[in-house]
T-cell receptor
């Protein structure tokens, strides 16, 4: 149980364009999902908490107008990187889970974004 | 400010050696501590620890939590080259899955 699917696995886009990344919980309902970013050789940094039916909660220093999060259903959260720039190139990972799950919190497979 | 500190940052061992990784934490609302293994892509779950002194074991990997001293260790015995990865420690501070990660320990196992 607790399978999280993330698409796309990798994407290359031009500067100034927007990219949407999807995160789906396949076998459970997730009222809350999390978006992380990981730069090369660094750890995962939480960007925002995605809440179903309400606004996302962003961590300090993360621009909410640049990283748009939509959690329209109990199984889908999307992260849109708007007007992407090369410095947004990174590995983006979502996670979701159940609080009482002995298997912890499951991560999606991640999205490697390269902005050229 | 919540902190999760892992040590060492990296190490190189020979196949068959035993490895001990450390994770200490200072957080305001501790719920659980988790260990993940990350190779090329997203982290894969290893252990979730909530109670002190109870060792969790999976094959050659084991982990234990000390909530009094605020740390956890992850042991890997009889290491294999397939154990080469970054091992991440994370602390959960709410019931929904928000995690604060340490910087990770890069483990390289040489043949």
């Amino acid at each position: 149980g607790a399978v999280v699917s993330q698409h796309p696995s990798w994407v290359i886009c031009k500067s100034g364009t927007s990219v949407k990344i999807e995160c789906r919980s396949l076998d459970f309902q997730a009222t809350t999902m999390f978006w992380y970013r990981q730069f090369p050789k660094q750890s995962l940094m939480l960007m925002a908490t995605s809440n179903e039916g309400s606004k996302a909660t962003y961590e300090q220093g993360v621009e909410k107008d640049k990283f748009l999060i939509n959690h329209a259903s109990l199984t889908l959260s999307t992260l849109t990187v708007t007007s992407a720039h090369p410095e947004d190139s990174s590995f983006y990972i979502c996670s979701a889970g159940k609080a009482a799950n002995n298997y912890g919190y499951t991560f999606g497979s991640g999205t490697r974004l390269t902005v050229v | 400010e919540d902190k999760v500190v892992q040590s060492p940052l990296s190490l190189v061992v020979h196949e068959g050696d035993t490895v001990t990784l450390n994770c200490s934490y200072e957080v305001t609302n501790f719920r659980s501590l988790l260990w993940y293994k990350q190779e090329k892509k997203a982290p894969t779950f290893l252990f979730m620890l909530t109670s002190s002194g109870i060792e969790k074991k999976s094959g050659r990997l084991s982990s234990i939590l000390d909530k009094k001293e605020l740390f956890s260790i992850l042991n890997i015995t009889a290491t294999q080259t397939g154990d080469s990865a970054v091992y991440l420690c994370a602390v959960s501070t709410d019931s929904w899955g928000k995690l604060q990660f340490g910087a990770g320990t890069q483990v390289v196992v040489t043949p």
